[in-house]
DNA sequence: CATCTCACTTTGGGAGGCAGTAGTCAGGTG
DNA sequence: CACCTGACTACTGCCTCCCAAAGTGAGATG
């Protein structure tokens, strides 16, 4: 039912609240505007007028969070030119973007599975190349599919083993597993 | 680059706003206190004030939290009692919530390799059961590992051949549901 | 019966997201 | 040279998130 936890973050006191990576991913693209521009960046767009009307934001925040985002390395600004036009500029994907992708698809089809109200479901994602549909799963290298309980969390750079040893010194039962009740 | 779309949503003004399952989700889990709530209800709290002490939250912050979480599903509220105790109440995951693990995962891998600043990642996850690195994939039924360009989205209820068959009338569903929040 | 703990609620205030309107600036068109 | 378009910026005001501090009520403890 939970994580298992080793090394320091068995100590949930000093840890928790700092340095959590799903909160720091959230805080960049956790507002409806952010969300609703890489949307439009995923499907497409890449100019300014276009972010604003499809995300259906004002335009002075879809400036922000363009902003913000080619900021944190999302997007990046391109130079483009229409004939007859003069230069303008683009907004691309990144590679830290395309990286997001798995959390993007995972949050599409729970949301979609979940939050969508008497309608039902609304979108079906499929692979382009075979036609099957499409799941986000979480698996190991050695190509495991790993459950909700099976994940251990360690502080990066400890060893990996399984058969730790232990003489793991102070952390008071270092591995927190709950089971299911 | 970018999601093939297929059926009413390559009409990119009629839908794109609208029933957008990303935005739904993050309604739900896109706010500090949400995210911080369900990283500690994921990593084993049970209790009111440990989620308001470990999520780093203020105690009237952490009670609307519980009660919308509660009050869309991710967390169940149960009753215990500790010997010589008065019946309390503790809050458990659903299988909701649960279902939501790979999405958070995706997040916090993300996060974790991009957003650390200088002290670089630091959580490592891997496999209980076998000690291997984790990672979360986005693949199809047939096995393939899906890439960020091989995507398509179509409505939900649109056949999924490969070799599309078009001249599919308009499926404008109704549009219901308030968003949360 | 006074006190304590747990699980909240209430009040007050600050910060920031967001809409809407208006204004700016560069460069092409009539 | 006036006008238009694309890509913004500035300003006002509402609304939500959030914190801090204080208060409440039920039940256990002394």
Known sequence: MTFVLKGSFADR???SPRRCPVTKALAVIGTRSAAGVL?????????????????????AVAAARLRDLVAVGLLSKQPYQEP??????????TQMALDLMPAI?????????????????AVA?????????ISTKV???????V???????RPS??????????????????GVSVGAR
């Open 139 to 145: 698996c190991c290298a050695a190509g495991h599919v």
């Open 84 to 93: 007859g036009q003069r230069i303008r500029l683009e907004y691309h994907l």
């Open 39 to 59: 949307r439009e960046a995923y499907l497409g767009t890449r100019r300014f007028d276009d972010f604003a009307r499809l995300a259906g934001i004002a335009e």
């Open 125 to 133: 994602l499929s692979h382009a190349n075979c036609g099957q549909p």
């Open 157 to 174: 750079g400890m060893p990996t083993a399984v058969t730790s040893p232990q003489s793991d010194a102070k952390t008071h039962a270092a």
């Open 105 to 121: 698809v995972a949050l599409m089809q729970w949301g979609d599975a979940y939050l969508q109200g008497e309608s039902g479901p």
């Open 147 to 153: 459950g909700p309980d099976e994940i251990t969390m």
């Open 13 to 15: 006191d000093t840890w």
